[in-house]
């Protein structure tokens, strides 16, 4: 793996009203669009607003498509030499970089004003003449970002530093109401109770990480949920007040685990390749290469109705199909028609634990159904490493010397480089995280202005 920022973001070209500034539970009108451009449009259009009218006045709607790729713009890379090894010195940054010293220095005096690190003149080497050099690190005081999670069944609600740890996190049942407008703002409201507890700090931004398909200006179409073009960016910007972000979730998982490895097990970034797979209640993978996560514009690569072939315990339905199979909801499903009284996959997991034959052949089935799958999917995309991310995967870890051994049986490669995401069971947590720094780890200067 690689160090990677999170994405170049395309913006939309409007201000967002900051969430101190906006009276909780205001009424928003249902006239607010979402808006999203192509980055080479940014400039031009960011000097006009498309405003939506509050219990106070006028406030912006701002959504942003990441593109989840290494920035290369000069503030971006000081700041990512900061997160990774800071504190240190401004040559030690150009070295780190490849920039000259005239442009970190620059740089490092735009993000020093931009309160987006600072310096340590506790730090400053002793006995030194002439001006002392100080070295500068993140400010993980000041500013947090929103990570929104939303599942299936739960949806997760985080704070997070510039260094993309988790500050504070929530889980809820995801709501369900008779539209998606509802549900989420049902969501939205919870954020923004959340964030809101963080008293002092200036929130920068919101992520929101999501199964489905995202479209430009954060339209989702989630058939598990039953939405299509669901305004998501545009709500969840309009109850927090605050830019928004909006991600695929198993690509905002690829993107996270760069973040979470910054060192990777290569030093060149430019080949560097690896597959993440994930499976919960869901499945869904995503490829990365050379520091960017690949993002097809029709979508995410659907995996859930790959056919599974022949089972013993799973898929009493019959249906044939990855997902229904190998999900929570599928075991849970296999346990009960073998006569296993469990309401969730936890007490599947307690069972095995337990010494429960049933319910380890189950787990066994499933580690062995997805490590074939892995396989297969491994041999078309020929990555440098396989990554398994997920509760599937992190809940049961005495299952993956299943999986490992599947991939083996089934890929033509004689050995593939398989390992457990970084994050592990908090990777929900991290991929709404990553979605929510895209902006700020990609042009870090124009985030906070936007913010202002």
Do not use: C
């Not at 060149?268 to 869901?282: I, P």
């Not at 995967?393 to 051994?405: E, G, R």
């Amino acid at each position: 793996m690689t160090a990677i920022l999170p994405a170049r973001t395309a913006t939309a070209p409007v201000r967002p009203t900051a969430l101190r500034t906006s009276p909780r539970g205001a009424a928003r009108s249902p006239q607010a669009v979402p808006l999203a451009y192509g980055s080479r449009m940014v400039t031009d259009l960011q000097r006009r607003r498309v405003s939506g009218l509050t219990a106070k006045g006028a406030s912006s709607v701002h959504v942003a498509t990441p593109h989840l790729e290494l920035s290369t713009k000069p503030a971006a890379l000081v700041l990512r030499a900061a997160r990774l090894s800071g504190p240190l010195f401004r040559d030690d940054a150009a070295e780190a970089t490849g920039l000259s010293i005239s442009t970190v220095n620059r740089q490092v005096g735009a993000l020093l004003r931009a309160g987006l690190i600072r310096e340590r003149a506790d730090l400053a080497p002793a006995g030194a003449i002439g001006r002392p050099r100080l070295p500068f690190e993140i400010n993980v005081t000041d500013f947090l970002t929103v990570g929104i999670h939303i599942g299936y069944k739960v949806t997760s609600i985080t704070t997070h530093d510039l260094l993309h740890r988790v500050v504070g996190a929530i889980q809820i049942p995801t709501p369900v109401a008779d539209t998606p407008e509802k549900t989420l703002a049902a969501i939205g409201s919870s954020a923004r109770r959340f964030a809101a507890r963080w008293t002092g700090r200036r929130v920068l931004w919101a992520g929101v990480a999501i199964g489905g398909r995202v479209a430009t200006g954060g339209l989702v179409d989630h058939p598990r949920l039953g939405w299509e073009q669901a305004p998501v960016g545009r709500i969840i910007a309009e109850s927090l007040g605050l830019p928004v972000s909006v991600a695929s979730h198993v690509e905002a998982m690829a993107a996270a685990e760069l973040v979470v490895d910054p060192q990777g097990s290569t030093t060149d970034e430019s080949k560097s390749s690896f597959l993440y797979f994930y499976a919960r209640e869901m499945v869904g993978i995503a490829f990365s290469v050379g520091g960017t996560v690949h993002t097809p514009t029709a979508g995410p690569p659907v995996v859930g109705h790959f056919p599974v072939g022949a089972t013993t315990l799973l898929d009493p339905s019959g249906t044939g199909r990855l997902e229904p199979t190998v999900s929570d909801t599928g075991i849970v499903e296999a346990a009960r028609a073998q006569g296993l009284s469990v309401n969730e996959i936890d007490d599947v997991h307690e069972l095995a634990r337990s010494g429960d034959e049933t319910a380890r052949e189950i787990l066994t089935e499933r580690a062995t159904i997805l490590g074939r799958t892995i396989g297969l999917v491994a041999d078309i995309f020929n990555p440098d490493h396989i990554i398994l991310g997920g509760q599937a995967f992190t809940d049961y870890p005495t299952a993956l010397p299943v999986v490992a051994k599947a991939v083996r049986a089934t890929s033509v490669a004689a050995k593939r480089d398989v390992r457990v995401s970084h994050s592990g069971a908090t990777v929900q947590q991290q991929a709404a995280g990553a979605v929510s720094l895209d902006a700020v780890y990609s042009d870090p200067l124009e985030a906070v202005a936007l913010t202002a």
